[in-house]
């Protein structure tokens, strides 16, 4: 590898791992999500050109938010635009600001990054619109990442993206948290949107990775600082309780080459029991709090009954297919249910599964999810029906979008195929 290709890949890590920090302190001096992200691009693009002959900076998160910084100051300078913004930012820059040696603040990044969710979360934007912002500035996936995930075009995505970031200009959205009585208006937003930001850490919907623990991990660690805001509210700590338990496992589910290992496979001893310790004191805190388990408080239940059993085989299935169903009636969803369909088969046998799942195929809500076709491969690969086996898992292989799993997928194939 080449020193060019060398940075390029150092400039790619620094960005999948900083780019949210780095967009969110920008946002918070500039005023303006889509501004921010512009700026950063543009720092991206000086570091690709720069670095090469100069060096990789010490501080190379510090490098490229300063970076930005001088940006926004150089465009305010060219439309002679000297406010009290551009006089407090030239300040900051002209008082020790060194890009190669500036200390980072965590705790100041954690809560500029909390500030983006909750002005990407703002309710002067649809659904759609704050889901694929947040997923695409904070989160970092790519517009055909998200449009993977929601089985979407990635156009509309897209037009989604450049739509949120006009209304939010066009609104003048403060970049700040917003006053503790706006919280449970936008709450359910923001904790809908950390779990898809950890869910595509957890397993990555595409790309050559199986995992991105980095991205999960950031997560997680906005979730504890929320729930350090509200510690009032049952979900928070649920959403906490199910990001530690499934965290629990990150050093276990791949190879040293990256390739994974599914949960029946998995060396125990190399879960993290620290976060387990946790996750079961965050679901206790919920469950302190005398409102009930909601939607992630069910979800912690289920991954506490994974990470406190000692072998594969000690799992209480029948526990985790009960607090599925009342999943279901709390939140119906086709992925529920084809989770629900897995407990089922592991308590009450392949064949009951099979119906549910079955009933999923015929109902089309699923269609192109990959999952579904591996979930019927597996259910009749265990009922001895390996032709009907292979042709599911050969469909889940054409479907899936990361590399790993369908690798996974192919060696199932072949276990079908040496089973004939």
Known sequence: MDDAEAVSRRVAAVWRIESARI??????????????????QEALVDALRQWPAQGVPANPGAWLTAVGKRTAIDAWRRRERLDHRYAAIAHDLENGLDPDAAPWDPDTID?????????SCHPVLAREQHVALTLRVVGGLTSEEIARAFLVPTATVQQRIVRAKKTLSAARVPFEVPERAEFPERLSSVLGVLYLI???GYAASAGEEWMRPELALEALRLARSLASLVPREPEVHGIVALFEFQASRFGARTTPAGEPILLPDQDRSRWDHTLITRGSAALARQDALGRGRGYYGLQAAIAQCHATALRAEDTDW??????YEALGRLAPSPVVELNRAVAVSMSEGPATALRIVDGLVASGALAGY????????ELLHRLGRTEEARSEFVAAARLAGNDRERAVLRRKIDDVDAAS
């Open 198 to 200: 950890f869910n595509e």
């Open 111 to 119: 809560d500029d990054v909390l500030r983006l969710i909750f002005i």
């Open 23 to 40: 967009v969110a302190t920008l946002a918070r001096y500039v005023g303006d999500v889509g501004l921010a992200e512009d700026l950063a």
């Open 370 to 377: 990959h999952v579904l076709p591996s979930v019927r491969g």
């Open 318 to 323: 029948e526990r985790i297919s009960v607090l």
